[in-house]
């Protein structure tokens, strides 16, 4: 590993060659190569991550490219992480990645997963974020979930039983809709849950534990409120 290419955070107090091995020795896995999978990747890869899976069986669209930043105009047609692993192999050819073409289910989740530290959730729907919610919780790993919405945004850092999982934040999924969204958006909290594995991972700091933190980007304001239980939550109730 080259140390001279991470030298700058490695001088964050708590972080130094220890630190930077515990990224390099790791294995995140990524739902989703799109607005939100786009900066939460480049910036896990950037920072050291050793090995990146990320899964997307979508394809680029000429309407993604507002806000997914991993693909280009010449990228229209691709599997999204096929173009994922092209990008992010560019930026640090050192980090291992591999590009899952699959739809996740409730039959290959906990597969495609595999021995992930982490699950990022950057996904546009519930009834796949429910299944991710599940291994997680199986597996006794954290998932860092990210919403948008237009200009405004959300996450939170769930690892039960320490705090609620998801199905006890969002209940019922809504209808599927295509919702506005302005590549700012993503990229905010994209930017915010790639923190939150980094903080994780690495050992350093406060991670975002029974909050939900919403960003406006028309005001530009962050609010945290609190995110309680469910003692009835179907999923979690028994952990």
């Given at each position: 590993?080259?140390?001279?290419?991470?030298?700058?955070?490695?001088?964050?107090?708590?972080?130094?060659?220890?630190?930077?091995?515990?990224?390099?020795?790791?294995?995140?896995?990524?739902?989703?190569?799109?607005?939100?999978?786009?900066?939460?990747?480049?910036?896990?890869?950037?920072?050291?991550?050793?090995k990146?899976?990320?899964?997307?069986?979508?394809?680029?669209?000429?309407?993604?490219?507002?806000?997914?930043i991993?693909?280009?105009?010449?990228?229209?047609?691709?599997?999204?992480?096929?173009?994922?692993?092209?990008?992010?192999?560019?930026?640090?050819?050192?980090?291992?990645?591999?590009?899952?073409t699959?739809?996740?289910?409730?039959?290959?989740?906990?597969?495609?997963?595999?021995?992930?530290?982490?699950?990022?959730?950057?996904?546009?729907?519930?009834?796949?974020?429910?299944?991710?919610?599940?291994?997680?919780?199986?597996?006794?790993?954290?998932?860092?979930?990210?919403?948008i919405?237009?200009?405004?945004?959300?996450?939170?850092?769930?690892?039960?039983?320490?705090?609620?999982c998801?199905?006890?934040?969002?209940?019922?999924?809504?209808?599927?809709?295509?919702?506005?969204?302005?590549?700012?958006?993503?990229?905010?909290?994209?930017?915010?849950?790639?923190?939150?594995?980094?903080?994780?991972?690495?050992?350093?700091?406060?991670?975002?534990?029974?909050?939900?933190?919403?960003?406006?980007?028309?005001?530009?304001?962050?609010?945290?409120?609190?995110?309680?239980?469910?003692?009835?939550c179907?999923?979690?109730?028994?952990?």
């Amino acid at each position: 590993m080259d140390f001279l290419r991470y030298s700058r955070q490695m001088l964050i107090d708590g972080w130094g060659e220890e630190g930077q091995r515990k990224l390099n020795n790791s294995t995140i896995f990524i739902a989703g190569a799109g607005g939100l999978g786009s900066p939460v990747s480049i910036y896990l890869a950037v920072a050291g991550v050793g090995k990146i899976i990320i899964c997307d069986f979508d394809s680029v669209e000429i309407t993604n490219l507002n806000r997914q930043i991993l693909h280009s105009h010449t990228r229209i047609g691709i599997n999204k992480a096929l173009s994922a692993k092209i990008t992010l192999t560019a930026i640090n050819p050192d980090v291992e990645v591999i590009a899952i073409t699959e739809k996740i289910t409730d039959e290959n989740a906990s597969k495609l997963i595999g021995n992930a530290v982490i699950i990022m959730d950057c996904m546009d729907n519930l009834e796949t974020r429910y299944i991710l919610n599940k291994v997680a919780i199986k597996n006794r790993i954290p998932l860092v979930f990210g919403a948008i919405y237009g200009m405004q945004g959300m996450l939170s850092f769930i690892q039960p039983p320490e705090t609620p999982c998801l199905k006890c934040l969002f209940p019922e999924a809504p209808p599927r809709e295509t919702f506005p969204v302005l590549g700012v958006t993503p990229g905010v909290i994209g930017a915010l849950q790639a923190l939150e594995a980094i903080k994780y991972i690495v050992g350093i700091g406060k991670n975002l534990k029974n909050k939900l933190l919403v960003w406006d980007g028309i005001s530009c304001d962050f609010k945290s409120f609190t995110a309680r239980k469910d003692p009835h939550c179907i999923i979690c109730k028994d952990i």
